[in-house]
């Protein structure tokens, strides 16, 4: 495990997900599920999230995309959450939402709706 990659990757994950959500992930992490999350935090956060070629915003309108196509709705809450943090706005989470029925399906574009409307409503965007 590179420490350096790591401190990054966990300094990013925080950013778009909220330290209280980070640390409550690492913290109940055991010994099955922790290596996980350390490479996770290191590979994905820290060299993917930490790569300075691809702003922020950007990346979660990726994401949003990405995991709505593959409909992996929990972690698609978690990420709309995020890319609201990282200045995503709802007006682009809707186009988004838009491109994922177009190219997935109407039935993968209203899972998302049903997500997007209780993230933003928390939110107090709705």
């Known amino acids: 495990m590179n420490d350096e ?8 994950r925080k ?3 909220g330290d209280e959500y980070v640390e409550k992930n690492l913290a109940t992490a055991d010994e099955f599920s922790r290596p996980f999350q ?4 290191a ?3 820290g060299f993917g999230w930490g790569d300075e070629a691809i702003d922020a915003k ?3 309108m990726m994401n949003l995309s990405m ?3 593959l409909g992996k709705m929990q972690e698609w809450e978690l990420h709309c959450k995020g890319a609201l943090n990282n200045g995503v706005s709802k007006e682009e989470i809707r186009a988004i939402i838009h ?3 177009i190219y997935c399906g109407v039935p993968q574009a209203l899972e998302c ?3 997007a409307r209780k993230v933003l409503e928390e939110a107090g965007e709705l």
């Open 99 to 101: 491109v994922i029925g």
């Open 58 to 60: 950007t990346r979660s």
């Open 43 to 45: 590979w994905c956060w």
């Open 67 to 69: 995991i709505g196509a």
């Open 5 to 12: 990659m790591f401190a990054k990757g966990l300094a990013e």
């Open 113 to 115: 709706f049903r997500s």
């Open 38 to 41: 350390e490479a996770m935090t």
């Open 15 to 17: 950013q778009t997900l």
